[in-house]
Nanobody, 124 residues
Framework: QVQLVQSGGGLVQAGGSLRLSCAASGRTFSTYDVGWFRQAPGKEREFVAAIRWTGGRTVYADSVKGRFTISRDNAQNTVFLQMNSLKPEDTAVYSC?????????????????WGQGTQVTVSS
């Protein structure tokens, strides 16, 4: 059983930066892959980035590649999403999610545990 608590959302100007955090509690969290997803009003939830439990492999959506960086600190049971060069189209509710899996996942139904969601708003 894993609980995920998010922080770090807010309002920024286009071109600015934010760092989201996803803090976990529960046993064996370091064995979980973690993904970040986002959902804008009227849109489907979409994949943003994911990281393997080892931290050795990361995957990014094309829309954020080169701008966002996912990382994890298993000693602190925390996963981060560093968002740079933000664009208005990045505006959404961002959620972290965790799952034990043998292969890194990019689809929401495959993630078992979810954070509460954090609003990110980027003004033009």
């Amino acid at each position: 059983q894993v609980q995920l608590v998010q922080s770090g959302g807010g309002l920024v100007q286009a071109g600015g930066s934010l760092r989201l955090s996803c803090a976990a509690s529960g046993r064996t969290f370091s064995t979980y892959d973690v993904g970040w997803f986002r959902q804008a009003p009227g849109k489907e939830r979409e994949f943003v980035a994911a990281i393997r439990w080892t931290g050795g492999r990361t995957v990014y959506a094309d829309s954020v590649k080169g701008r966002f960086t996912i990382s994890r600190d298993n000693a602190q049971n925390t996963v981060f999403l560093q968002m740079n060069s933000l664009k208005p189209e990045d505006t959404a509710v961002y959620s972290c999610a965790a799952v034990i899996t043998s292969v890194i996942q990019t689809t929401p139904p495959l993630y078992r545990y979810w954070g509460q969601g954090t609003q990110v708003t980027v003004s033009s």
